[in-house]
């Protein structure tokens, strides 16, 4: 099984950024669709963003379109997602999926990491 650990994640004031990265166990799943899913306590698992085998084809949540960018270095096995101008609802822990296609459900996606917090302050 492909493991996926996500780093980059803490505390940051509101209209702040950080940047989080995930790293795959093995370069079989450079082939791979790689997303970001985000979870707030209480609440579903919410799409964030997803990007393709290739990087060539995006999807980002409507939410976060102008704001987070996600890129892939398939040399490194890495996924990012670039978070600017942060706000106190993107509160939640994110985690990193890798999957066959994109897919905006969870159901979409084989593997997961164990996610990184993220909190925006006000």
């Known amino acids: 099984q492909v493991q996926l650990v996500e780093s980059g994640g803490g505390l940051v004031q509101a209209g702040g950024s950080l940047r989080l990265s995930c790293e795959a166990s093995?370069?079989?799943?450079?082939?791979?669709?790689r997303a970001w899913f985000r979870q707030a306590p209480r609440k579903e698992r919410e799409f964030v963003a997803a990007?393709?085998?290739?990087?060539?084809?995006?999807s980002r949540a409507d939410s976060v379109k102008g704001r987070f960018t996600i890129s892939r270095d398939n040399a490194k096995n890495m996924v990012y997602l670039q978070m600017n101008s942060l706000k106190p609802e993107d509160t939640a822990v994110y985690y990193c999926?890798?999957?066959?296609?994109?897919?905006?459900?969870?159901?979409?996606?084989?593997?997961w990491g164990q996610g990184t917090q993220v909190t925006v302050s006000s």
């Open positions: 990007i393709n085998w290739n990087g060539v084809m995006t």
């Open positions: 999926a890798a999957g066959s296609k994109i897919d905006m459900s969870p159901r979409g996606y084989d593997y």
């Open positions: 093995g370069r079989t799943v450079s082939s791979r669709t």
